[in-house]
């Protein structure tokens, strides 16, 4: 289960947090926004309304869902450049031999 207060993942069985304490037996059922019928934690709908529940116990912190991405600094040129730079060599050596063989 999921702590509504500090978003730390608990065993199903705790009823206590573990990380800070906070009472988790509270949120194992949910209240609808629409017609506040006590619902399971586990019901994605109301089962006296069919609204779709909210459950922010299940909203997980932003670290969780998007990790930081470090990115590396590049190490030598794109492969575009070098291929570029590539035909270029091979577009003068054409032009070279032509002219040579004149």
């Known amino acids: 289960m999921i702590c509504p207060q500090c978003g730390e993942m608990n065993p199903p069985q705790a009823e206590q947090c ?7 037996t509270s949120s ?4 609808c926004e629409g ?4 619902n399971p934690i586990t019901n994605r709908f109301c089962q ?6 909210s459950r922010p116990e299940l909203a997980f912190r932003r670290e969780e869902v998007e990790p930081e991405v470090k990115e590396e600094p590049s190490r030598g040129l794109p ?8 035909l270029l060599v091979l577009a003068a050596l ?6 040579l063989s004149r």
């Open 35 to 38: 017609c506040a019928t006590e």
């Open 18 to 24: 573990t990380s800070c304490g906070a009472n988790l």
């Open 79 to 86: 492969l575009t450049y070098i291929f570029l730079v590539v």
């Open 28 to 31: 194992k059922m949910v209240v």
């Open 94 to 99: 054409t032009l070279l031999v032509y002219f």
């Open 48 to 53: 006296g309304c069919g609204r779709l529940l």
